[in-house]
């Protein structure tokens, strides 16, 4: 809710789109409070037995874990699956910036169960994009409800993320339908009995399609073949051949689905033909930053798994001599750093993630065409962000989880080591934390030569200044004044921050045509740091409206002493997080001589 209302503007947005006109923050309040409700009582408690019990594969057929079905018909019954969609198609259009923060909860709470709601989001998006009307009508409603899910079939064995490799083939048919054949890999909840229909997205080629990734066509294979009615009828020609075991979230069906075994998959041209990349990579960029979501979720629940654990563990004299007695390893020193390391990257992540959710909402609805324009580019250029830093920090977060258990960590009946088996694949599905880095720099970094980058960074000066003339003002309440030095510092880190990204943003662009290989070496660090700068950033705009509601005497709900935290995780993610900014930058500018020196053969 802070995120929402200091940092995204919630009520900014409410005003100027009218078809948000609903989402007051006191509505945003209700919605997540029901969905922390749901989560709680329906989806978390089968978190762990789904992990201990993953869906299952008989002849073609998957069974989810125990539970899930239920539990799903109840999120469909909720309504949860169209939060953001439109009116039209059954949805209830609130804002991204709402649904984002209660996917994070359903991500906290199960993740194998939220990445099938996820998917049918993904299939939505893509086909609300390149969708007939007539094709919108037939399909959209019953994925908009919940009442069928839908997949993105991208990865074949020979083609993982070079989708130039995908032979996946479409057959034109008299009645205007297509035949398919073809092989996918690592489809997530490509087969499962919670539904009863699957409405599959699939890459596929036409017979007089181009080589490579121009030659990419995109069709709707329906599970079941739909009748006049609208209902499913007839099997299609997909099966699901076999599911993976896999190191985390085991409970999500990840399947390899066979097309076209016994005369051809019967499937749906989306669009034109040949812009099916173009198409599905409306569906990657929407999974992307819900995979983001996805980090903050478990990076949230690690934390409070460690944070309640801490608390109940006592081993251990305070070092400060202050008991001869064992206490809560929560008293001691490095164990608060954990934690309060925990608290600030999951704080900082999720202020990221909720500002790039509120840039989405002005870039499709807001009625100024130059807003839209300003906020579609802040939104493409922070997704790699969203989807490669999130989803790092993650890993990181989960990780520290189980060191703050201790061996008790490293033992499953604990749990804590399921957040991290789970954590690890977020960094690679949906493109790995490289391919971002790559985005990151040629897409969106050199492709204008650096000038979002460089308005960003004029962004992120503003914010220095405001934070240094905190210094000078008059001092209302107590827990200001006590402010006013973390904000001087975490000013000057932030600048040290800034300036190091800046550096780094000039290496890029000087050097990218003369020295690739020494641009791309560094590009994981390049966006690390942009992701630790502008994490960092999001938490001093949070010190900042921290610092404003103290001083006005509390003026929203949260109360003083949240607004006192706030405060501290932003210093101490500027002296924690934001001070390895400049070991990033060196990396960046200076890391490529070792790799350069390194043929294949000397490793």
């Given at each position: ?11 900014t ?9 609903d ?5 945003a ?7 922390a ?19 299952s594969w ?14 799903y ?64 009508q ?11 899910t839908?997949?993105m079939?991208?990865?074949e064995p ?17 009645d205007?339908s ?20 699957i409405?599959h ?9 181009p ?20 209902n499913?009828g ?6 699901c051949?076999?599911?993976e075991h896999k ?7 990840t399947?390899?689905?066979q097309?076209?075994?016994h ?6 041209l989306?669009g ?23 980090g903050?979720?478990?990076?949230e ?21 202050s ?31 909720i500002?790039?959710?509120?840039a ?8 100024d ?12 250029w ?7 830093y999130v ?29 991290y088996?789970?954590a690890?694949i ?11 880095a ?13 000038r979002?980058?460089g308005?960003q ?7 220095e200044r405001a934070?240094?003339?905190?210094e000078t ?8 004044a006590?402010?006013?030095a973390?904000a001087?510092?975490?000013a000057?880190v ?28 560094g ?7 942009a ?21 006005q ?18 210093r101490?993610y500027?002296?924690h997080v ?13 890391g490529h ?9 000397d490793?």
């Amino acid at each position: 809710m802070f995120d929402m209302q200091h940092l995204a503007q919630l009520d900014t947005l409410v005003q100027d789109i009218p078809v948000f006109s609903d989402a007051t923050l006191d509505t945003a309040r209700s919605i997540l409070e029901e969905a922390a409700r749901f989560h709680q009582e329906v989806t978390a408690p089968l978190n762990h037995s789904g992990d201990a019990a993953p869906a299952s594969w008989k002849d073609g057929d998957v069974r989810a874990s125990a539970g899930f079905r239920d539990a799903y018909r109840l999120y469909c019954q909720g309504g949860w699956q169209g939060l953001h969609q439109p009116v039209e198609y059954g949805g209830q259009a609130l804002p991204h910036t709402i649904s984002a923060a209660c996917q994070e909860m359903g991500n906290s709470a199960n993740l194998s169960f939220a990445l099938c709601p996820m998917l049918t989001d993904g299939a939505i998006e893509a086909l609300l994009t390149a969708a007939s009307a007539e094709m919108k009508q037939q399909w959209l409603p019953r994925l908009v409800s919940g009442e069928w899910t839908g997949t993105m079939n991208l990865t074949e064995p020979q083609a993982g993320s070079d989708l130039s490799l995908i032979r996946t083939r479409a057959e034109p048919a008299a009645d205007g339908s297509y035949r398919l054949f073809g092989t996918k890999t690592f489809i997530t909840w490509g087969e499962h009995d919670m539904a009863p229909n699957i409405v599959h997205l699939v890459l596929a080629r036409l017979p007089d399609a181009p080589a490579g990734i121009k030659g990419l066509s995109l069709f709707v294979v329906p599970k079941y073949l739909v009748n006049d009615d609208g209902n499913p009828g007839a099997r299609n020609d997909v099966r699901c051949t076999g599911i993976e075991h896999k190191l985390g979230i085991r409970a999500s069906a990840t399947c390899t689905m066979q097309f076209g075994e016994h005369g051809g998959a019967v499937g749906y041209l989306v669009g034109d033909p040949h812009r099916g990349l173009e198409y599905m990579f409306v569906m990657m960029n929407h999974a992307r930053f819900a995979v983001g979501v996805e980090g903050v979720g478990l990076a949230e629940r690690a934390r409070q798994k460690a944070v309640a654990y801490a608390h109940q563990r006592v081993q251990g004299r305070p070092v400060d001599g202050s008991s001869d007695k064992a206490v809560p390893i929560i008293r001691h020193p490095d164990v608060k750093r954990m934690l309060l390391l925990m608290r600030a990257l999951t704080e900082g992540c999720r202020a990221l993630v909720i500002d790039t959710a509120a840039a989405h909402d002005r870039a499709r609805h807001h009625a100024d065409a130059a807003v839209r324009m300003e906020n579609a580019a802040c939104y493409e250029w922070m997704v790699p962000l969203v989807k490669g830093y999130v989803t790092e920090v993650a890993l990181e977060v989960a990780l520290l989880g189980v060191q703050v258990h201790g061996g008790a960590g490293f033992i499953e009946e604990t749990g804590a080591a399921q957040y991290y088996r789970d954590a690890k694949i977020l960094s690679i599905y949906e493109g790995t934390t490289a391919m971002q880095a790559n985005d990151l720099v040629s897409r969106k970094t050199v492709r204008d030569q650096g000038r979002f980058a460089g308005q960003q960074a004029m962004r992120i000066a503003a914010t220095e200044r405001a934070l240094l003339a905190s210094e000078t003002a008059e001092a209302v309440a107590v827990a200001v004044a006590r402010a006013v030095a973390e904000a001087v510092a975490v000013a000057q880190v932030l600048a040290g921050a800034r300036l190091g990204f800046v550096q780094a943003v000039d290496f890029i662009v000087a050097h990218h045509k003369t020295s690739p290989n020494a641009v791309y070496a560094g590009s994981v660090p390049f966006l690390m740091l942009a992701g630790n700068l502008f994490a960092g950033w999001q938490l001093a705009r949070s010190l900042l409206a921290s610092q404003q509601q103290l001083a006005q005497g509390l003026g929203d709900a949260l109360g003083a002493d949240f607004h006192r935290r706030k405060i501290a995780t932003a210093r101490f993610y500027a002296d924690h997080v934001l001070s390895r900014a400049p070991a990033l930058t060196h990396s960046i500018v200076h890391g490529h001589v070792a790799v350069d020196f390194f043929a294949p053969d000397d490793f």
